[in-house]
């Protein structure tokens, strides 16, 4: 009977947090460019166009659900929450709304956060004004600020230019709201987010977990993101989107 009850007691340790008291675990996944790797740049910052059309097949055979940050409340209520974000503009991110268009069906509607670099709108590898507003239009991109030139923020005195020059210009361009800010190289202080909340209501950081509710404070301007490289493959992707 005593073996019973330890047994009994041993299989509630096991089983309780993971389903009774289960934190729920959001994905944000960031990429750079979508296209083949011919050698210009970091080739980890690439994932092939054929890599990430496997990589949203997957999300969309396993009842995801593709969020942006305006949709941030939403999380509670949907299957699966899961945010796309792409960083620093490139043009090859066009790669990912056409395989977001042919992916999407009735039940499956893609969306992805582009991150864009707002001087550098319409320099020859990035994407133009047109671009971005045919992507806001398409209903398959929410385009958010990278910062007007991608300095280290903790670095650099004139805050205001980066942060809420680059928010009015990219939302001239769309006609949406930018509510989401993700700092350069992935570098903050207290003071880039002290000053991030005065024109943001999300930061974006690349500190590498999941996201779960945790109500310490900022915890929405520290969100954490996953690198999908050039070398995940399908097997590390399951893993990373299902919190492994
Ligand atoms: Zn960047």
Redesign the pocket.
């Known amino acids: 009977m005593k073996r019973l009850t330890t047994y009994i007691f041993c299989l509630l340790i096991f089983i309780l947090p993971t389903q009774a008291f289960a934190v729920q675990k959001v994905p944000i996944l960031i990429y750079?460019s979508i296209d083949e790797f011919t050698g210009h740049g970091m080739k980890e910052l690439y994932a092939t166009p054929k890599n990430f059309e496997k990589q949203m097949l997957y999300l969309r055979n396993h009842g995801y659900t593709l969020l942006t940050f305006d949709r941030w409340n939403d999380i509670g209520n949907v299957e699966n929450p899961i945010f796309i974000t792409f960083?620093?503009g490139y043009k090859n991110n066009l790669h990912a709304i056409t395989i977001f268009k042919k992916l999407q069906n009735n039940h499956f509607k893609p969306t992805g956060t582009f991150?864009v670099?707002s001087d550098f709108i319409g320099r020859p590898n990035r994407l133009s004004k047109s671009d971005l507003k045919m992507m806001a239009d398409s209903g398959l991109a929410s385009i958010q600020s990278?910062t007007a030139t991608?300095p280290d923020l903790t670095k650099i005195d004139d805050l205001q230019y980066e942060l809420k020059e680059s928010k009015e210009k990219i939302q001239q361009i769309t006609g949406k709201p930018v509510i989401a800010l993700?700092y350069?190289?992935g570098s903050f202080n207290q003071k880039v987010i002290d000053e991030t909340k005065k024109y943001y209501m999300y930061g974006i950081t690349t500190i590498s977990e999941l996201y779960s509710k945790t109500g310490k404070k900022d915890e929405l301007y520290l969100l954490p993101r996953i690198y999908i490289k050039y070398t995940t493959s399908m097997n590390d992707f399951a893993k990373i989107v299902n919190g492994e």
């Open positions: 750079h960083d620093d991150f670099i990278h991608h993700a350069p190289y």
